[in-house]
């Protein structure tokens, strides 16, 4: 895949991109990845190395903290675990900061 940069601010936190397999198992998408989360998160459709089609999914690590956080609290929902929220150990960098991109991100591996 091509790589793209953006010009983001220095303080910005970084994005992720994960690529999702239909042997592995991971959240729903349908009705999470909407018009209206799509400055939090988006999908594509590219190739792989193989030219075979494969789901990427963009953490944007622009986002506004808040639609970060009522993308997690969807994800949290489909996982099925507990009531409550997502855990606040996710997405904790060293020295105790929180990394909104980093939490969705976690969340997807769970």
Not at 66 to 89: F, M, N, Y
């Amino acid at each position: 895949m091509a790589i793209t940069s953006r010009d983001d601010p220095p303080e910005t936190p970084l994005s992720a991109e994960l690529l999702l397999r239909p042997t592995v198992r991971h959240p729903e998408l349908n009705g999470l990845v909407s018009d209206g989360d799509r400055r939090a998160i988006h999908l594509k459709l590219p190739r792989d190395e193989d030219s075979r089609p494969v789901d990427a999914l963009h953490v944007h690590g622009y986002a506004p903290r808040e639609e970060s956080q009522v993308v997690q609290k969807a994800i949290w929902s489909q996982i099925g675990v507990e009531a409550g929220g997502p855990p606040d150990t996710l997405g904790k960098l060293d020295g105790g900061e929180r990394n909104e991109p980093l939490a969705i991100t976690q969340l997807f591996l769970l």
